[in-house]
């Protein structure tokens, strides 16, 4: 059986699918672990469950309130691009589900800052955090934290003492711990700029694009 797919319709399908599993990852990381918790699944993978007040990656990047507003603005923005193009053939598939990776992880992080101060209870070390708790949530509308759990120290190393600044200092690669969400905007992002960029610079030549279909057979 072989179905056509618009570009529309993948987008939809790619964005609720990255949500809702980002969303099931951390509400179950949420009132799961304690937090700074980890958990090892192997050498150089762990979940590792913190909280970022900021940015992706666990950066922090100036004031709360405008980092939560920026969020919701630029995915309100992507949703518009991807509803404004999405009929259009002259742009091809994988320019869509870039589009749709990022706009789905930025939406995925912009729920928890709006929605996660209200419904759960303050994580710490010693104490889980609760799912509607009776006492209300930890914070107000659009202050809430972004959970995240993934972490890759998929190597470490000491610096040669020689080494100017640095040496003698224990190294870990790669430090950042993330959320499903910043990887979909992360994927997004860089398949984005090195096949697609072309879109982002000039008008697409619509005699050499596709249909604006994904077939998909059985």
């Not at 790619?14 to 969303?23: E, F, K, P, R, S």
């Not at 009132?31 to 700074?36: I, Q, W």
């Not at 320019?95 to 994580?123: K, P, R, T, W």
Request: hydrophobic letters at 50%; one cysteine or more.
């Amino acid at each position: 059986m072989r179905i056509k797919l618009s570009n529309g319709y993948l987008a939809a399908i790619i964005i609720a699918l990255v949500i809702i599993a980002d969303q099931i990852l951390k509400i179950w990381v949420k009132t799961h672990f304690y937090l700074y918790e980890s958990l090892e699944i192997t050498s150089w993978f762990k979940l590792n469950f913190i909280e970022n007040p900021g940015m992706a990656f666990g950066i922090e990047l100036g004031n709360k309130m405008f980092l939560t507003l920026f969020r919701i603005a630029a995915s309100a923005v992507l949703i518009y691009i991807i509803v404004k193009i999405r009929r259009r053939t002259c742009y091809s598939r994988g320019f869509f589900v870039c589009l749709s990776l990022i706009a789905a992880g930025a939406i995925g992080n912009v729920i928890d800052c709006m929605f996660y101060g209200l419904i759960f209870s303050e994580s710490s070390p010693y104490v889980l955090s609760e799912l509607f708790p009776e006492g209300g949530g930890y914070a107000t509308f659009l202050h809430g934290k972004v959970v995240d759990m993934f972490y890759f120290p998929i190597a470490s190393w000491d610096w040669p003492e020689w080494m100017p600044g640095i040496g003698g200092e224990h190294f870990i690669f790669f430090q950042p711990v993330f959320n499903l969400a910043d990887a979909a905007i992360s994927v997004g992002i860089i398949v984005l700029i090195l096949f697609y960029s072309k879109y982002l610079t000039t008008q697409p030549d619509t005699a050499n694009a596709d249909n604006g279909t994904t077939d998909i057979s059985k």
